[in-house]
Every structure is written in structure tokens, then in C-alpha cells.
């Protein structure tokens, strides 16, 4: 093979090898956390799970805390 066509190969396949790959963006930090107001337990047995922010379009969003049956 020539040089050139070895060179050619060789960009090819690393074309090829890179384009699989994705970079996401760095995302921002995420803020702090919001002060809750946690409501009455609605029945014995719940417990509660604190809200959180979650990484959605984007952007961070707040998902309020919940009370969870078992």
C-alpha cells in the first residue's frame, strides 16, 4: 500500500471511531435545596421524600417532596 492510501485508511477509521462519540456540555452546579413545609401525614405507615431537583430540558427542576405509602 502507499503512504497516501495508509493515511487515508488510517483517517478513515478514526472518522469512523470518533463519530460514535457525544460530549455533553457541562451542566451548571446544581442549587440548593428549597425549605420544605411538611404537611400532615395523611395515614400511618407513609413516610416522607424530600423534594429534589432533577435535570430536565436543560435546566434544573424542582420535584416537590411527597408522601409514600408502603
Known amino acids: 500500500m502507499s503512504g497516501l492510501l495508509k493515511t487515508a485508511v488510517i ?17 451548571p ?8 413545609m411538611v404537611p400532615v401525614m395523611p395515614a ?13 430540558h436543560n435546566e434544573w427542576v424542582w420535584v416537590p417532596g411527597h408522601w409514600k405509602g408502603y
Open 11 to 27: 483517517a478513515s477509521l478514526m472518522a469512523i471511531t470518533l463519530s460514535g462519540c457525544v460530549i455533553e456540555p457541562a451542566r
Open 29 to 36: 452546579h446544581r442549587p440548593p435545596p428549597r425549605v420544605e
Open 44 to 56: 400511618p405507615g407513609y413516610h416522607w421524600v424530600a423534594g429534589q431537583y432533577r435535570w430536565a
